[in-house]
């Protein structure tokens, strides 16, 4: 199953190819796996050394917070989304 | 062969070049580069070809290397930025310093980063790794932020030995290398402690900006957070060099190739602005003996801005161009060592760092 990912326009220059970016698997950790597979130079925008999520990065799968699933349970249908978000940060 | 000017400019929303001519009158600018990212590095690499790094960070999305080999007209992120490993326990924050190797070391890079350490590569660039030996050092656990991060922001190459290398971190001090980078020595004898609250083991001395002398290699020269030293020992031990400077405080520190020294004091560490809204350049031509103010041309209705400590860079020319940025977005330069200035027309976000690069 392959599905679709959006970055903020800041991250655009860190993906080659098509945009929106295209990723497959059949759970949603197999997608995310497959994100940083095919785009290597997110990884440092996405995660910290620790491997945890940056502070104030959002995964969203299609309408909720990827922090709420279980990404290894979470099967993948058509249609389906991610989303890198930037969350609300200041004024 | 005519010599091309340009103005590297970082801010905390991306990067402005300025290109001129020998003479310095007329500034083309272009950009903003890398729009939106903090931009607190930036190198012009004339070594193989002309490529310019950046050093990039945002506070969501952290930090990584770009660089253009078009002048900006095209930026690629490199697929390995510094990044300290997992095991270390650091973490990456900014990129404060891109430098390049000593001569004899024309694929060689290093990086200085924040939380303070120091990078490097030895393949213009595209792998970088870590020099563990810094942070390794035993006064490691003693090493306290200043109010600007802690922060590795000064590196020094020492251009008649390969092997030493000296490097300064806020709130921390001077460590210089005698051997390639494996061993460390804390440099800070006569320099005073900064309240850290941590034990005085030698480090936190809040060092702002240190240049070497041209002529001497021996020779430095600081501006620390509150007082300017000069080491003619190689860093082992420091003597104030304030004789007419109307305060201690300040960040940005430059030299010519001549050995002409250029501050910017501010008023104090509690109000980091120029002294009564006043912008005033400070230049020594006797190895910090005694300073002056010099120049005109500098604005003279009330300024209450400052100039951070990679925001103030000399030329190479033999009529070196002396530059700075301000805190509120304004670019001054002079084409006469200091005897006259201008502002280039542009308000830019807060600069963060002013480099030059003249190539032919």
């Known amino acids: 199953m392959e599905i679709e990912v959006t970055l903020p326009g800041l991250l655009r220059d860190s993906v080659d190819g098509p945009y929106p970016l295209r990723v497959a698997g059949t759970t949603l950790a197999e997608a995310l796996e497959d994100l940083l597979d095919r785009h290597p130079r997110l990884r440092v925008h996405l995660y910290d050394e620790q491997g945890q999520l940056r502070p104030h990065v959002l995964l969203y799968f299609n309408e909720d917070n990827i922090a709420w699933l279980d990404p290894l349970a979470t099967p993948l249908r058509p249609g389906d989304r991610v989303h890198v978000l930037q969350a609300v940060s200041g004024g | 062969m005519p010599e091309n000017v340009t103005l590297l400019v970082g801010t905390n929303k991306g990067a402005f070049f300025f290109h001129s001519d020998a003479a310095r009158k007329e500034w083309r600018m272009t950009g903003p580069h890398l729009g939106g990212w903090e931009v607190y590095s930036l190198l012009g690499d004339s070594r193989h070809g002309r490529r310019i790094y950046a050093g990039t960070s945002h506070f969501v ?44 070391q024309p694929d060689t890079l290093y990086a200085g980063v924040q939380e303070a350490g120091l990078f490097a590569s030895h393949d213009r660039g595209t792998t970088w790794s870590e020099i563990t030996s810094l942070t390794a050092h035993p006064t490691r656990p003693s090493w306290f932020p200043g109010a600007g991060g802690l922060c590795l922001h000064t590196i020094l190459v ?77 860093g082992d031990s420091w003597t104030p060099i304030e004789n007419g400077l109307p305060g201690n405080f300040g960040f940005p520190m430059c030299i010519t190739k001549s050995g002409a020294l250029f501050l910017i004091p501010l008023d104090s560490d509690e109000r980091r602005y120029v002294p009564e809204g006043r912008i005033q350049v400070y230049r020594s031509t006797d190895r910090g003996a005694s300073w002056a103010p010099v120049g005109s041309g500098l604005p003279q209705r009330p300024e209450y801005v400052g100039v951070l400590r990679d925001a103030m860079a000399v030329d190479s020319l033999d009529s070196p161009g002396i530059y700075f940025g301000t805190t509120m977005g304004q670019l001054f330069y002079s084409p006469d060592e200091g005897e006259t200035w201008n502002q280039i027309p542009a308000q830019l976000p807060r600069i963060t760092t002013v480099k030059t690069w003249v190539t032919d």
């Not at chain 2, 650091?90 to 190797?101: C, D, N, S």
């Not at chain 2, 051997?179 to 005073?192: A, E, I, N, R």
Request: glycine content about 12%.
């Open chain 2, 61 to 104: 999305y952290g930090p990584t290397i770009r660089v253009s080999d078009d002048l900006g007209e095209t930026w690629t992120e490199l697929e390995t930025s510094p990044r300290y490993d997992k095991e270390s326990g650091f973490k990456l924050e900014r990129i404060w310093q891109i430098v390049p190797g000593h001569a004899s």
């Open chain 2, 158 to 234: 020492d251009p008649t030995n390969a092997r030493r290398m000296w490097v300064a971190m806020s709130a921390v001090g001077v460590f210089r290398t005698d051997d390639g980078g494996q061993t460390w020595t804390v440099c800070t004898k006569g320099l005073p402690g900064v309240p850290t609250g941590m034990p005085d083991d030698g480090v936190g001395r809040c060092v702002h900006k240190m240049v070497q002398d041209p002529h001497d290699p021996d020779t430095l020269y600081m501006q620390f957070h509150g007082g300017v030293f000069t080491s003619t020992d190689a």
